[in-house]
């Protein structure tokens, strides 16, 4: 009898793989879920079933798995070479980030010979999702009919949050759990820049910033903050020197609310107040004047094509 082929080369999160569930999948990787490290038990004792339940479904959290697959158009003894490296600094930022405070998922394991790295699966909503925005990098574009309707309707016909900006989606569970707490849009917009200021701090440069790589977290043990913002995907982060480096990472997120989220784009000008806030008028000023030429520059490439 055969045993069945793995489509993964050998390594210790070989069975992980196998086992989990492809979530999402880019150019660079695939990402896979688990509910548990360990598989469900075969043997138990019908007796008791709270003690079989209560073995086979951790206490802790589900695993996220990213799997970086090697590359055919690359030399074998570079592709490797340069997943290694790229793992290893993902979980470095990371660590450090963890260390200084900033909320990012745990690191599990490293496997650099698999391609692989675990991390705590983070429970809760995106961003995007909860502000109901489309793919990543999708415009949205309206006709000067619709703009008008859309002013001339009457504000008690929209479903509008706590703090009275915006118009919000129904059916949206992030959202209306949010509602629930009485938190409101600016409240999660002040939010995002604290956790982005905490982040530039470390000297840390996310280097993907979008709303789908930011999750709404409730923390109900904490009565003062009923959420957190969690910083997830550090595959392209990498270390600042440059004022220039920390305005590319916010305008990154900047084309991201316009693109995606179009009806939340002057709401950014919360994320960068907060940003400003969290990181000090001397740190942010640099910034803040290197933000406004590479938002010439991006017009400028637009124009052009």
């Given at each position: 009898?055969?045993?069945?082929?793995?489509?993964?080369?050998?390594?210790?999160?070989?069975?992980?793989?196998?086992?989990?569930?492809?979530?999402?999948?880019?150019?660079?990787?695939?990402?896979?879920?688990?509910?548990?490290?360990?598989?469900?038990?075969?043997?138990?004792?019908?007796?008791?079933?709270?003690?079989?339940?209560?073995?086979?479904?951790?206490?802790?959290?589900?695993?996220?798995?990213?799997?970086?697959?090697?590359?055919?158009?690359?030399?074998?003894?570079?592709?490797?070479?340069?997943?290694?490296?790229?793992?290893?600094?993902?979980?470095?930022?990371?660590?450090?980030?963890?260390?200084?405070?900033?909320?990012?998922?745990?690191?599990?394991w490293v496997d650099e010979k698999g391609g692989c790295i675990g991390l705590e699966k983070v429970e809760g909503w995106s961003v995007r999702e909860v502000l109901g925005g489309g793919a990543e990098g999708e415009m949205e574009y309206q006709d000067e009919e619709e703009i008008e309707l859309d002013i001339d309707t009457n504000d008690d016909e929209?479903?509008?949050?706590?703090?009275?900006?915006?118009?919000?989606?129904?059916?949206?569970?992030?959202?209306d759990k949010l509602r629930e707490l009485g938190v409101g849009r600016d409240h999660l917009m002040r939010s995002i820049g604290s956790a982005l200021a905490k982040l530039h701090?470390?000297?840390?440069?996310?280097?993907?910033?979008?709303?789908?790589?930011?999750?709404?977290?409730?923390?109900?043990?904490?009565?003062?903050?009923?959420?957190?913002?969690?910083?997830?995907?550090?595959?392209?982060?990498?270390?600042?020197?440059?004022?220039?480096?920390?305005?590319?990472?916010?305008?990154?997120?900047?084309?991201?609310?316009?693109?995606?989220?179009?009806?939340?784009?002057?709401?950014?000008?919360?994320?960068?107040?907060?940003?400003?806030?969290?990181?000090?008028?001397?740190?942010?000023?640099?910034?803040?004047?290197?933000?406004?030429?590479?938002?010439?520059?991006?017009?400028?490439?637009?124009?052009?094509?």
């Open positions: 009898m055969s045993t069945p082929t793995s489509s993964y080369s050998y390594s210790p999160s070989t069975c992980y793989l196998e086992r989990g569930e492809l979530i999402k999948q880019g150019a660079e990787a695939k990402v896979f879920a688990l509910s548990s490290l360990f598989p469900p038990p075969k043997i138990y004792n019908p007796s008791s079933p709270s003690s079989s339940s209560s073995s086979s479904t951790p206490s802790s959290s589900g695993v996220i798995i990213k799997y970086r697959f090697p590359k055919q158009y690359r030399h074998p003894s570079l592709d490797a070479s340069l997943t290694a490296s790229r793992l290893t600094f993902e979980a470095r930022s990371l660590a450090r980030a963890a260390k200084y405070g900033v909320t990012v998922p745990r690191v599990l929209r479903d509008v949050d706590v703090q009275g900006e915006g118009e919000v989606e129904e059916g949206n569970e992030g959202w701090l470390t000297t840390i440069i996310h280097g993907d910033l979008t709303t789908s790589n930011m999750m709404i977290r409730l923390t109900p043990d904490n009565k003062s903050q009923p959420y957190e913002i969690v910083l997830i995907d550090f595959g392209l982060s990498s270390t600042a020197q440059f004022p220039e480096n920390y305005a590319v990472d916010l305008y990154v997120l900047e084309r991201a609310f316009a693109s995606t989220h179009p009806k939340s784009e002057k709401l950014y000008a919360g994320v960068l107040e907060a940003y400003a806030k969290g990181l000090g008028e001397k740190k942010w000023k640099p910034i803040e004047t290197k933000l406004k030429e590479v938002r010439k520059r991006g017009r400028k490439r637009d124009m052009t094509g």
